[in-house]
């Protein structure tokens, strides 16, 4: 008897989210907890540390991400997260509520510290 084929992982490209990618690489490694405690400061920390445009195109880059995963669970979801898109840190709900509440006032800043 045949193996099932593995589960696919919703039709999506690492490719069309590279800020997205480099940003979860970058900050969402093992030890994001220890370094951060938390995903939410991991995206304060990228903000202070980020130019506009970089915080601009991990925000448009994310929003796209959410909507595109919008239905999915979060098992899904973090599949794509720790696979293409490279994080090491599974994300819940609340978190990614959090990260998108952080963008959005990263946003606002005026540049890096």
């Known amino acids: ?3 099932p084929p593995p589960k696919k992982v919703l039709d999506f490209s690492a490719a069309d989210y590279p800020a997205l990618r480099s ?5 969402f490694h093992q030890e994001m907890k220890d370094e951060y405690g938390s995903a939410e400061e991991a995206v ?29 669970s979060l098992a899904e979801i973090n599949r794509i997260l720790t696979g293409p898109l490279g994080s090491s840190q599974l994300l819940t709900s609340e978190e990614m509520q959090a990260i998108t509440t952080a963008l959005a006032r990263g946003l606002r800043k005026r540049g890096p510290d």
């Not at 540390?49 to 239905?71: H, M, N, Y």
């Open 1 to 3: 008897m045949n193996a």
């Open 23 to 27: 940003f979860l690489r970058g900050y």
């Open 44 to 72: 304060r920390e990228f903000c202070a540390a980020a130019s506009p445009e970089e915080r601009a195109d991990v925000a448009e880059e994310w929003s796209r991400f959410i909507d595109q995963t919008k239905g999915k």
